[in-house]
């Protein structure tokens, strides 16, 4: 997995972090190619820093111009979400393979109530806190795109088969 890195320094630095999206999907059963990590925050300041400077110390920089340690101010982030519509706060690395990692904002499940029900699945080396498979049917229902839809019927198979 080409975000283990990040992940093992999450874990490593303590950042409170739940893996949904594309990845989560696939670490549940599901089978769709994804090129971007999707993660929720314990969107405090602090969890915030640690996690925004990892991803900077990775080689990882923000589309937006914009001091990208600003996100983790409170007042800045929320006129962002009203202004800007922010919905994901992006980080790419463009080298070999062009990988990128989301924040995500806008959620119809809170973190809290995302990372309770987290299942913890090793992968590689490294323990992941991934989003279950309900949380995940409801932020993937709440996208509302065809891709999420279609993964929404995937993620009831697999509930239904006791895969996760």
Not at 9 to 37: C, E, H, I, M
Not at 107 to 114: E, K
Request: aromatic residues 8%; charged residues 30%; proline residues 2%.
């Amino acid at each position: 997995m080409i975000y283990q890195t990040i992940l093992r320094a999450f874990n490593k630095a303590k950042v409170r972090f739940v893996v949904v999206g594309g990845v989560a999907f696939n670490l549940l059963g599901g089978y769709r190619a994804t090129g971007d990590l999707d993660i929720l925050l314990a969107m405090d300041e602090d969890n915030l820093k640690k996690a925004i400077k990892i991803l900077i110390k990775k080689g990882y920089h923000v589309k937006q111009p914009v001091n990208p340690l600003d996100f983790a101010d409170k007042k800045i982030r929320d006129t962002w979400v009203k202004e800007k519509n922010l919905k994901a706060f992006n980080f790419y690395k463009d080298t070999a393979g062009y990988e990128e990692v989301d924040i995500i904002v806008d959620t119809p499940v809170s973190f809290t109530a995302v990372l309770r029900g987290a299942k913890k699945i090793e992968a590689g080396q490294c323990c992941i806190p991934v989003a279950s498979i309900d949380a995940l049917i409801a932020m993937k229902r709440a996208a509302g795109r065809e891709k999420d839809l279609l993964d929404v019927q995937e993620l009831k198979i697999i509930k239904k088969l006791g895969k996760r």
